[in-house]
C-alpha cells in the first residue's frame, strides 16, 4: 500500500478517542482548508516561476511512487466496472445515512473496498497502463467517473469525523480508512492537477488527436497531448484557419473536461492549486501570443537607450499587440474562464482580473518608458498614436475590470495615458523654443521662403490631422495646472475687483490659444529676419513670400483654419496687401518721380534738356532695379501676377517693360 506525504505523520496509539480523532482526521488530508491556508483569491502575477517548477518535480515524484507502491488488488477489467458501480452505491448509501446521523454500528467493509478500487484505478491513470473507465464518463455503458469517485473519497473523508467509537479496534478501523482516503484523494488530485495542466497547454488540437485512450499526463511523455477525457469516435469538425478567431483555441469537449477537472479540484479543497496552474498556465500562453505579434518586454533602462528609429518600430509593434491584446486575446480568456469556473463564479472573476491585470500592466509598461524618453519634435505623432490607442481601448478594459476592487489597473491605464498626454503638450510647446532659438543673422538669398517657416508650418499642419486629440490633451494639461493652483492658501478671502473678473466672452480652446502663441512667434521671428537686408524693398519681398507660403498652407488645412478662425486670417490678409503697397512705394516711387511733369516747363514750354535728363535718369534707376531685382525670388505664381496687376495698374506709363 503506498502512502500520502502526510500519512506517516499519524500515530494511532494517540488516537484514544472520537473527539481526538475528529481533530487528526486533517493531518491525512493532502492539505489543509483553503480558507484557513491559503487567500480567498490566488493571484497568478504573486506565483514564483521556480516554486511551480519545483511543485511539478514533487507531483512526478509521487506519480512514481504511486506507480511503484502498487496495491496488490487482483481484479479483471470486467469486474472493476461492476465492482465499481456496486460500491459506489453503497458508499452513497453510508454517506446518507451518515447525513441523517444515522451512523452505523460499525464501520462497512465496503469503504475500503471502493477506496482500494479507486485507487487502483487511479494508478492506473498516472501510469498510462490502460485507459481507466473512471474518465471515459461519455460513455453509455459506464454509470460513474473519476469525477464522481473522487468527489465520494472527498466526502468519505470528511465523514469520518462523525464516529464515536469507543473500541480501539473500531477506532483503528476508521483511522487506518481516513489514511487510506486521503491518500487516494491526493494520489488523485495530483493526477487531475497534471492533466489539468497539461490540457490547457495544447490548444488547437482537435480531440482525434488524442482518441488512443492514454492519459493527458502518459502521452505528454511521448507527444504533445490535449486531453485524454474525449470519445475517440466524436466527429470533430475541422479548426478554423484563423487562430485569432477562436482564441484561446480549445474546443468544446475540451473546455467541458477542464471544468470538471477544476470543480473537483476546488471542491476537494484544492483551489489555490488549481488557481496556480491556470494562471500560470494561461498567462504564458498570452504571452507567448504577444511575443509571436513581435512584443518583447524591454526596462526603462532599454527604452531609453533605444535610438528614435528603432524605438518608433516598436512602438507600431506595440500599437498592434495592444489592440490585439484588449480585443481578441482578454475577451476569450475571459470566455475561457467563465467556461471553466462556471460553478465557482467568484474564482473566475479572480482568476480573469489577475491575468487581465498582469497582461496590461506589462503593455503600460512600455507605455511609461517611452513617455519618460527625452523629448524630440518628431516624438509627437507616435505619441499621439499611443495616446489615441490607450484612449480608445480604456472603455473596453473598464469593462474588463468592473469586477475588480482594486482598481489599480484601470489607474494605472489612466496614468500611463495621462503621461503621454503631458509630453505630447511638451513637444508641440518646445515649437516655442526652437522658434525663439533660431537666430540667424544671414539672410535667405532672394528673400525667399525661410526653412523655418516651412518646418513650422508644415509641422503644425501634420499635427493639426490630430486635432481632436491635441484639443483634448491641452484641455488635460490645462485642468490639472488649473487644480493645482485653483485652492487658495488658508485664510486668503480675498476678492476680485470687477475688472479682473473673467469675460464673459467664450475663451479659444488651449490648443487654439498655443497654436496662435506660436503663429505669433513665428512672425516676430520673420520682422526680425526681413531687417537683414540692407534693401528695404527686398525685406517686403521676404515678408511677402513666407506670407503667402503660410496663407496658402493655412487654407489648404482646414483644421488649421478652424484652429486660427477668420479674425487671425483676415489680419493676416490685410498684413500681407500691406506689404505689397510697401514694396511697391520703396520700389517704383523713385522711377516714377523721374516721369513727373513737375519741373519740365519753362516759360509754359517743355524744356527738352530737362525731359532728357529724366529720361537718362528714369532708363538708369530702371535697369538698376532689374539688374537687383532679376535675382529675387517670388516662387508662388499667384503672388507674381498679383505684383503685375498692381504695379501696371497704378503706373500704367511703365507697363511696357513688364510685358
Not at 516598436?314 to 460553478?343: A, D, H, M
Not at 473566475?348 to 491575468?355: A, E, Q, R, V
Not at 503667402?548 to 487654407?555: D, E, S
Request: hydrophobic letters at 30%; a negative charge; aromatic letters at 8%.
Amino acid at each position: 500500500m503506498f502512502r500520502s506525504r502526510h500519512s506517516a505523520s499519524m500515530d494511532k496509539n494517540h488516537i484514544t478517542n472520537n473527539h481526538n480523532l475528529s481533530e487528526k482526521s486533517s493531518s491525512f488530508s493532502s492539505r489543509e482548508d483553503p480558507k484557513q491556508e491559503s487567500p480567498d483569491h490566488p493571484s497568478s502575477t504573486d506565483i514564483d516561476r521556480k516554486s511551480t517548477d519545483t511543485h511539478q518535480e514533487t507531483i512526478r515524484e509521487e506519480n512514481e511512487l504511486l506507480e511503484n507502491d502498487m496495491i496488490q488488488y487482483d481484479s479483471s477489467a470486467e469486474d472493476v466496472d461492476t465492482s465499481l458501480v456496486k460500491l459506489s452505491e453503497e458508499v452513497d448509501q453510508f454517506l446518507e445515512d451518515v447525513a441523517a446521523k444515522n451512523l452505523p454500528s460499525e464501520v462497512p467493509s465496503c469503504l475500503e473496498k471502493f477506496a482500494k478500487l479507486v485507487q487502483v484505478e487511479i494508478v492506473k491513470c498516472v501510469s498510462g497502463e490502460t485507459q481507466s473507465k473512471l474518465i471515459n464518463d461519455s460513455s453509455d455503458e459506464v454509470e460513474t467517473s473519476i469525477f464522481d469517485s473522487v468527489e465520494r473519497i472527498y466526502k468519505l473523508t470528511n465523514a469520518f469525523g462523525e464516529f464515536r467509537f469507543e473500541e480501539k479496534k473500531e477506532i483503528e478501523c476508521v483511522s487506518s480508512l481516513l489514511n487510506l482516503t486521503s491518500t487516494v484523494l491526493q494520489g488523485a488530485m495530483s493526477f487531475l492537477e497534471e492533466e489539468f495542466r497539461t490540457i490547457l497547454g495544447v490548444s488547437k488540437k482537435t480531440d482525434s488527436e488524442y482518441g488512443d485512450g492514454k492519459s493527458a499526463s502518459s502521452s505528454k511523455r511521448s507527444t504533445s497531448s490535449s486531453s485524454s477525457f474525449t470519445d475517440p469516435d466524436r466527429c470533430v469538425l475541422p479548426e478554423s484557419p484563423s487562430e485569432e478567431d477562436n482564441f484561446p483555441g480549445y474546443s468544446m469537449e475540451t473546455v467541458t473536461i477542464l471544468k470538471k477537472i477544476a470543480t473537483a479540484m476546488i471542491s476537494s479543497g484544492y483551489e489555490a492549486e488549481c488557481c496556480q496552474v491556470y494562471g500560470v498556465t494561461r498567462r504564458t500562453a498570452i504571452e507567448e501570443r504577444l511575443k509571436k505579434l513581435g512584443f518583447e518586454k524591454f526596462s526603462i533602462e532599454d527604452v531609453q537607450k533605444m535610438n528614435w528609429e528603432s524605438l518608433e518600430g516598436e512602438i507600431v509593434t506595440w500599437i498592434k499587440v495592444i489592440k490585439q491584446g484588449v480585443n481578441t486575446y482578454l475577451p476569450g480568456e475571459r470566455k475561457l474562464c467563465e467556461q471553466v469556473f462556471s460553478e465557482k463564479l467568484l474564482v473566475s472573476g479572480n482568476m480573469f482580473n489577475n491575468l487581465t491585470r498582469n497582461i496590461i500592466l506589462q503593455l503600460l509598461n512600455f507605455a511609461e518608458a517611452v513617455a519618460m524618453t527625452k523629448r524630440s519634435a518628431e516624438k509627437l505623432f507616435k505619441f499621439l498614436d499611443m495616446y489615441e490607442t490607450l484612449r480608445d481601448l480604456i472603455p473596453t478594459t473598464d469593462e474588463f475590470l468592473a469586477e475588480d476592487s482594486t482598481h489599480d489597473t484601470k489607474g494605472e491605464t489612466q496614468s500611463a495615458r495621462r503621461r503621454l498626454g503631458e509630453a505630447a503638450v511638451g513637444i508641440f510647446c518646445d515649437l516655442e523654443n526652437s522658434i525663439k532659438s533660431d537666430v540667424a543673422k544671414t539672410p535667405v538669398p532672394g528673400g525667399a521662403v525661410h526653412p523655418l517657416t516651412r518646418y513650422t508650418v508644415n509641422y503644425i499642419k501634420y499635427a493639426c490631422e490630430y486635432k481632436d486629440t491635441l484639443e483634448q490633451v491641452f484641455q488635460e494639461h490645462q485642468k490639472m495646472v488649473s487644480d493645482e493652483n485653483e485652492a487658495p492658501p488658508d485664510g486668503d478671502n480675498t476678492v476680485l475687483p470687477v475688472h479682473n473678473l473673467p469675460s464673459p466672452t467664450v475663451k479659444p480652446s488651449p490648443f487654439s490659444e498655443q497654436l496662435m502663441t506660436v503663429m505669433d512667434l513665428l512672425d516676430s521671428n520673420l520682422e526680425s529676419k526681413s531687417k537683414l537686408y540692407k534693401d528695404l524693398s527686398l525685406s517686403y519681398i521676404f515678408l511677402m513670400n513666407n506670407g503667402r507660403y503660410i496663407m496658402q498652407k493655412i487654407k489648404g488645412s482646414a483644421e488649421i483654419f478652424e484652429l486660427l478662425g477668420n479674425t487671425w486670417t483676415r489680419k493676416r490678409s490685410s498684413d500681407l496687401r500691406q506689404y505689397h503697397k510697401n514694396y511697391q512705394r520703396e520700389t517704383w516711387s523713385k522711377v516714377l518721380g523721374c516721369l513727373k511733369d513737375e519741373g519740365l516747363h519753362v516759360n509754359g514750354k517743355v524744356a527738352k534738356p530737362i525731359l532728357k535728363e529724366r529720361f537718362k535718369s528714369f532708363n538708369a534707376m530702371f535697369e538698376e532695379i532689374h539688374k537687383a531685382q532679376s535675382t529675387w525670388i517670388v516662387s508662388d505664381e499667384q503672388l507674381q501676377s498679383e505684383l503685375r496687376v498692381y504695379i501696371c495698374s497704378d503706373y500704367s506709363c511703365i507697363s511696357i517693360f513688364f510685358r
